[in-house]
């Protein structure tokens, strides 16, 4: 029972981060092409970043 119920809580984590951190990769992947500038590239990055961590926490925190 306990397998089952840790192996569903990491599945369920996955899914919600990588099911919405899919969208944000996505909006700054287009956001690059269509304005090219080496500074937007790089705060989109840092940006990147700090949504997918918050992004990870959320998914944790929902699944627990």
Known sequence: MDL??????????????FQDG????????LLNKT???EKLIKLSKDVIIVVLAFL???S???SI
């Not at 089952?4 to 981060?17: G, L, P």
């Open 22 to 29: 899919i969208w944000v990769i996505g909006f700054f992947y």
């Open 56 to 58: 990870l926490i959320y």
């Open 35 to 37: 304005f090219e500038s």
């Open 4 to 17: 089952y119920f840790y192996s569903n809580m990491i599945r369920n984590i996955f899914a919600t981060f």
């Open 60 to 62: 944790i925190s929902v």
